[in-house]
């Protein structure tokens, strides 16, 4: 499946657009503020029903309009296509759509569009907290395992009425009865976390290694308290702590994930460089595992990644993405002479157009 064309009105700085993409690459040129990764993010959220870049669907509103539509056309190996489309209201109206049926629940959709992006937002994952791991863990496993979606929610659910019985007083009886339903979903969690991770780390290290030219070494460690045993006995053990805290201090809400090179933080020790190597091999690796689940390559949007990167990772990088394992390919920078010399290097079909202030060109 590939993306065959897009219709955009009021996405962001977008006001009107409507583009047609080659079904492998496709190359954005534009300078910094000109709408490159808003049309990035609004093929994102054709998949993943939200956008990549902010939690509240407001945000993607042009300021000028009351609404923002985006319809995508996506056309399957046998020739049929399906339109997925989403508009969202000023007014907090939103909906979502697939051959014209609006869906009861948006996590229905997730993972039927596999899709990969990186992004100059990504050093969040390095430099930010947990939460911004946590998350990047939860979108790749709600796309690849519908029961981890699922699960993940109702957690989420029962952890939002706990801390609320904590913050009320905490009822006995009924932090008990949170405590053993959010085990058995933590366990799930935190089986699938585990089992992902450890495909993830060494597929990440042999792409950095591709990448770098293995001039360092990279790892990838999973924290979890769920080490320490069932979550319902460590929720006994934090009972009186999370009474006078008012929030529930231990699960799997708080795990994280510890990146490394050659055995040191990767916050403390990483070059812009060596970070952005990082985590375009995090990605590729990503794409690796949900291609051999899906047995289809998923999207891969590249954004503004070459920036920081010297010529030897570049050129690395492309060797990568050009090989007949990759399918539909979207790169952006703002180096419209790199973009062109990116096209003279990776032989096959591809489309080349730029962004000037919002306009698609």
Avoid: W
């Avoid at 993830?200 to 924290?223: D, F, H, M, N, W």
């Avoid at 805290?245 to 799997?252: F, I, N």
């Avoid at 920078?333 to 730029?354: A, P, Q, Y």
Wanted: hydrophobic share 35%.
């Amino acid at each position: 499946m590939y993306l065959r064309k897009v219709t955009i009105a009021g996405f962001k700085n977008i006001l009107s657009a409507h583009k047609e993409f080659s079904p492998k690459l496709n190359c954005i040129s534009g300078l910094n503020g000109s709408g490159k990764s808003n049309l990035m993010d609004a093929i994102y959220y054709l998949s993943m029903t939200k956008s990549y870049f902010s939690t509240l669907d407001l945000n993607t509103i042009n300021y000028l309009s009351n609404v923002c539509k985006v319809t995508g056309e996506y056309q399957r190996d046998d020739k049929t296509t399906d339109i997925v489309a989403f508009s969202i209201e000023r007014e907090g109206g939103k909906s979502f759509k697939r051959n014209s049926k609006s869906y009861s629940k948006l996590a229905d959709h997730i993972g039927l569009i596999p899709i990969v992006m990186v992004s100059p937002y990504d050093t969040c994952l390095i430099n930010e907290s947990g939460e911004e791991r946590r998350r990047f863990i939860n979108s790749i496993l709600s796309q690849l395992d519908r029961e981890y979606l699922r699960k993940l929610q109702s957690y989420n659910q029962l952890l939002s009425q706990r801390n609320r019985v904590l913050k009320d007083g905490g009822n006995q009886e009924l932090l008990t009865l949170f405590s053993e339903r959010m085990s058995l979903y933590a366990s799930y969690i935190y089986q699938k976390r585990g089992e992902f991770i450890a495909k993830l780390a060494p597929i990440t290290q042999k792409y950095y290694k591709k990448i770098s030219l293995g001039r360092e070494c990279v790892s990838i460690t999973y924290k979890s308290e769920l080490l320490n045993g069932e979550l319902v006995d460590l929720l006994a053990d934090s009972l009186e702590r999370d009474k006078v805290l008012k929030y529930t201090s231990r699960g799997v809400h708080r795990d994280d994930l510890i990146f490394s090179m050659d055995s040191h933080n990767f916050k403390l020790c990483g070059s812009q460089g060596q970070q952005k190597s990082f985590l375009i091999a995090l990605k590729l690796a990503q794409f690796e595992i949900m291609r051999a689940i899906h047995g289809q390559p998923p999207l891969l949007l590249l954004d503004d990644v070459f920036d920081k990167l010297d010529i030897t990772r570049v050129e690395s990088l492309l060797s990568l993405v050009s090989s007949e394992e990759f399918g539909q390919i979207f790169i952006s920078d703002s180096n419209k002479t790199r973009i062109e010399d990116i096209l003279k290097k990776i032989n096959g079909e591809s489309i080349l157009f730029e962004i000037i202030e919002g306009s698609v060109l």
